[in-house]
Each structure stands twice: as C-alpha cells, then as structure tokens.
Nanobody, 124 residues
Framework: QVQLVESGGGLAQPGGSLRLSCAASGFTFSSYAMSWARQAPGKGLEWVSGIYSDGSDTYYADSVKGRFTISRDNAKNTVYLQMNSLKPEDTALYYC?????????????????WGQGTQVTVSS
C-alpha cells in the first residue's frame, strides 16, 4: 500500500534552517508529482511547494518563495524540503502528498495520499 513518511521536523530559531524528508513506498514514485503542504494551529491547510515527477519543474507559494527549496531523488523514492531563513509564521505541521499525475497542482483535493506530518516549530 502507499506510504508517505515525513521526517526532519523539530525546533528551529528564527533565521535558522531545517530539511524535511518524505520517504515514499507502494507506488512508482518517479511517475507522480509530489508536494508539501502545511497546517498551522487554528488555520487551514496551505499548499507550500510542489515538484514535477521528473524534477524538471518546481513551484512555491509566495509565502516561502526564495526561502524554501523542494527537490526529489527518484532513485531513493524521497522528496525533500529545504527550509532556510525560517520565520515564526512557518510554524506548522508539514505534510507531503502524492499527486494523481505528473504535474503539480495547488489544490489539496488533487492529492490522493498524504503522510502523517512532521511538526516544525520556529521560536527563539
């Protein structure tokens, strides 16, 4: 069965960095786009970043553009989110999600599998 397991979350200071990983199994990873989304306390789900199935194109929400970098290693069935210049407003539960096709979409309902999430807290 499809499994997405996030890791790498934790506590970071403002201006600091974290690298999230999402290990995928149970499907042909290289055939699907992947995305990261987040949910802050008391707020709705926010799409953060996405990457095409072959890694040729990446997309970012305006709130993270220039600070976050998404990448993938199709040989390792893993997608990453490098988060730099972290801000307190980046505090959230971060999820990775599998798209239903090769291209990225920002709509949560276009993703058919989600991980359990990894908590990121940015605080001094």
């Amino acid at each position: 069965q499809v499994q997405l397991v996030e890791s790498g979350g934790g506590l970071a200071q403002p201006g600091g960095s974290l690298r999230l990983s999402c290990a995928a199994s149970g499907f042909t990873f290289s055939s699907y786009a992947m995305s990261w989304a987040r949910q802050a306390p008391g707020k709705g789900l926010e799409w953060v970043s996405g990457i095409y199935s072959d890694g040729s194109d990446t997309y970012y929400a305006d709130s993270v553009k220039g600070r976050f970098t998404i990448s993938r290693d199709n040989a390792k069935n893993t997608v990453y989110l490098q988060m730099n210049s972290l801000k307190p407003e980046d505090t959230a539960l971060y999820y990775c999600a599998k798209a239903q096709g090769v291209v990225v979409t920002t709509m949560p309902y276009e993703y058919d599998y989600w991980g359990q999430g990894t908590q990121v807290t940015v605080s001094s």
